[in-house]
Nanobody, 127 residues
Framework: LQLVESGGGLVQPGGSLRLSCAAS????????TGWFRQAPEKEREGVSC????????SYIDSVQGRFTISRDSANKAVYLQIHNVKPEDAAVYYC?????????????????????WGQGTPVTVSS
């Protein structure tokens, strides 16, 4: 499985954007998938996670009600819809995946367990 993120860019505070994570080499119904972000001089943090069944499981408190994780019906992409962007959302956003046993709905916003990472897409917030 390989992951490629896209959709980042410059956005004004209060604006919206959708990040995409395209998967190739396998389908995501065998994987948990997560979105992470890393701001300059800060540690990478887990933003949200969607399990192998395509069920969103958790969001970091700071994005609750503003971010929505989803997966397409073909299980080839995961999205992160961002509304009401705030300056503190500026970061490089990464998606990550971890293969799980069939029927296992594991998900985690911790960084360490994730195996496969994309290259990241930057989000800049400025008026």
């Amino acid at each position: 499985l390989q992951l490629v993120e896209s959709g980042g860019g410059l956005v004004q505070p209060g604006g919206s954007l959708r990040l995409s994570c395209a998967a190739s080499g396998d389908t995501l119904d065998f994987y948990a998938t997560g979105w992470f972000r890393q701001a300059p001089e800060k540690e990478r943090e887990g933003v949200s996670c969607i399990n192998s069944a395509g069920e969103p499981t958790s969001y970091i408190d700071s994005v609750q009600g503003r971010f929505t994780i989803s997966r397409d019906s073909a299980n080839k992409a995961v999205y992160l819809q961002i509304h009401n962007v705030k300056p503190e959302d500026a970061a490089v956003y990464y998606c990550a995946a971890r293969r799980v046993p069939y029927g296992d709905h594991w998900c985690s916003r911790a960084v360490v367990p994730w195996i496969i990472w994309g290259q990241g897409t930057p989000v800049t917030v400025s008026s």
